[in-house]
């Protein structure tokens, strides 16, 4: 258990932080005098500091150690988050595309923390890595509720998840030993970008219909809340947070069911659990099936990304830390327009429309499935 004191402070430091920002985001919108549709432009500059990151996230990690890189590149996140809730739409976008560039960074660390621990200890503990950060989520999210209800500044309550991620960095560095330098070829020619191979593309078109649920519910999740089912800031940071109930509690058991169950299973349910709350959530005027609805989408997208992290390690060839930045650049790459997208019918359909047109994707992760234990996919049989 130690040993997994390191990445469980690192992702729920990490997950306050970024929390404490998106359940802000319709007050941050409104300080700006923006309309959805800009505010998703806004937000696809993170990605394209993702972009640029990625060439460089393995490189990092394995010149400095993933412990130093993680200790390094959190501090600088938290230190940009305060200005995103006060700065112009101009100021947001270039402060979002230097948080997403060196957030990048600290997520290829993150996982390779928890990939170095199950490697040295045979214990699985990426799941219950992950499911810190839901963790953070719950918790993140219930404090903005109360501080945004109590009349905190979206600033005022940036500045207290920034000071508590770095304390977080501060203990993490004081407590645990320096990892020895990953043992890297430096004369081996390394391309720019990594570039996937076939394996990390199937896991990405696998888990890229839950991933971009996650990644919905983050960016569009507390409008749903407040603007179509007219729930107050107290109320949408309860409902929230049984997202982030459901995503951790799924998480922290995670680890358990990937030995009882198997991947291919889990993705299966996963998928289920996603298309049966997005059906209940956009059908049902009742906050409390609201609840119900955004619990099982957490359930659902909880082991999507430990799974292709897992998988990735498993299955991938080369250094782990290239794999995990091609797998990053992948998902980056395929859900770059997502974000926009989603503003734009948000904007111009309604937010029901934004998670419906989600569904299709859901299911293509469910047929995908067989990918997470090295399978080959037969979706049609040919017929002699």
Request: hydrophobic share 55%.
């Amino acid at each position: 258990m130690k040993s997994l004191l390191p990445p469980a402070l690192l992702y729920f430091s990490n997950a306050i932080l970024f929390i404490s920002l998106f359940t802000r985001l319709p007050a941050i919108q409104a300080s700006m005098g923006i309309d959805k549709a800009m505010l998703g432009l806004a937000i696809l500059s993170a990605p394209v500091g993702t972009f640029l990151a990625l060439p460089l996230a393995g490189r990092i990690n394995d010149r400095l150690t993933p412990r130093l890189t993680a200790l390094l590149m959190l501090p600088v996140c938290a230190a940009l988050t305060p200005a995103l809730t006060i700065l112009p739409v101009w100021g947001f976008a270039i402060c979002f595309f230097l948080f997403g560039f060196f957030r990048t960074i600290f997520d290829v660390a993150a996982n390779m923390i928890s990939a170095n621990i199950e490697r040295r200890t045979g214990t699985k503990v990426i799941a219950r890595s992950h499911g810190f950060w839901s963790i953070g989520l719950l918790v993140g999210s219930l404090c903005s509720g109360f501080l945004a209800e109590k009349g905190f500044t979206p600033f005022s309550q940036q500045v207290m998840a920034a000071c508590f991620a770095i304390a977080a960095c501060a203990f993490v560095f004081w407590v645990t030993p320096q990892d020895p330098p990953a043992d890297v070829q430096p004369d081996r020619k390394r391309s720019a970008y990594v570039l996937p191979d076939r394996t990390i593309i199937l896991i990405c078109v696998m888990v890229f219909g839950l991933c971009i649920v996650e990644g919905a519910i983050y960016d569009w999740g507390t409008f749903f809340l407040r603007e179509h089912l007219k729930a107050d800031p107290a109320i949408a940071g309860i409902l929230y947070a049984t997202f982030t109930i459901g995503m951790g509690l799924t998480r922290l058991s995670g680890d358990m069911l990937r030995e009882h169950f198997g991947p291919i299973a889990l993705v299966r349910a996963s998928a289920i659990s996603v298309a049966a709350g997005i059906t209940l959530m956009v059908a049902t005027p009742c906050l409390t099936l609201a609840g119900v609805a955004l619990f099982l989408i957490g359930c659902g997208v909880a082991l999507a990304f430990p799974l292709a992290v897992s998988t990735t390690i498993t299955l991938g060839r080369g250094q782990p830390s290239e794999n995990l930045a091609a797998l990053g650049l992948t998902l980056m790459l395929s859900t770059i327009g997502v974000p926009p997208l989603l503003g734009l019918i948000a904007e111009h359909v309604s937010l029901v429309a934004t998670f419906v047109v989600l569904l299709p994707f859901v299911v293509m992760s469910f047929l995908m499935a067989p990918v997470a234990d090295g399978r080959k996919i037969r979706l049609f049989r040919r017929r002699g």
